[in-house]
């Protein structure tokens, strides 16, 4: 039997948190939560994921360099709630919140 595909995400807000956590495992996906970048960073280290879910924040490219050293095909999708353009090009792809349940999916 395949394994599901693993998400972390990464926001420093528990309810946004959550409820995209609850999305997504209903939709079929395991997920993984972090509230703050150490843990994200352990998380990591310490699993398979698929797709990392980043709130922007200043420390997310960091972040994102620290997941691609840990697992290097590691797809990042940042969120964001800030209008305009976000100069990000170690993101593979940028939401701009509020995210449609769809493109979410």
């Known amino acids: 039997m395949r394994e599901k595909p693993a998400i972390l995400c990464f926001d420093y807000e ?29 998380k990591l280290a310490g699993r398979r994921v698929d797709l990392v879910l980043l709130e922007a924040v200043p420390e997310a490219k960091l972040l994102a360099e620290r997941a691609r050293s840990v697992a290097p095909n590691v797809a990042m999708l940042l969120c964001t709630g ?24």
């Open 14 to 42: 528990p309810v946004i948190l959550k409820t995209v956590a609850l999305i997504l495992g209903v939709a079929g996906y395991d997920v993984l939560t972090a509230g703050d970048s150490e843990d994200a960073l352990l």
């Open 82 to 105: 800030k209008a305009g353009e976000i100069n990000a090009p170690w993101a593979d792809m940028i939401l701009y919140k509020p995210v449609p349940l769809p493109e979410l999916l």
